[in-house]
């Protein structure tokens, strides 16, 4: 049997760089909607579907990450109780 090594540094890497992301992606979107209202323009038929498709993508990009941020603090979870488990049966015997 193999052993299996986990990174933490680089899960906790993985964890902290979604949720910049996903932060940042809030507060450009935060920025970006009073801007369009501000502007007075009416916006047209094919650009109101092109910002209707962005707004989908960003709404579906940001459920992807954290789901995919979930995963990888549930793994990291799951390894830690997996080490302190084997820890736990090292010293009992």
């Not at 970006?32 to 502007?39: H, I, V």
Request: charged share 20%; proline share 2%; with cysteine.
């Amino acid at each position: 049997m193999a052993d299996l090594k986990c990174d933490y540094q680089l899960l906790a890497s993985i964890h902290r760089t979604l949720n910049g992301l996903t932060w940042n992606s809030r507060i450009s979107k935060i920025r970006s909607a009073p801007m369009t209202r501000r502007s007075g323009r009416a916006i047209s038929g094919p650009r109101w579907q092109l910002l209707r498709e962005l707004v989908t993508h960003r709404k579906t990009m940001l459920g992807t990450m954290r789901s995919l941020d979930q995963m990888v603090t549930a793994t990291a979870q799951l390894f830690h109780q997996a080490d302190n488990q084997l820890a736990s049966n090292l010293t009992k015997k």
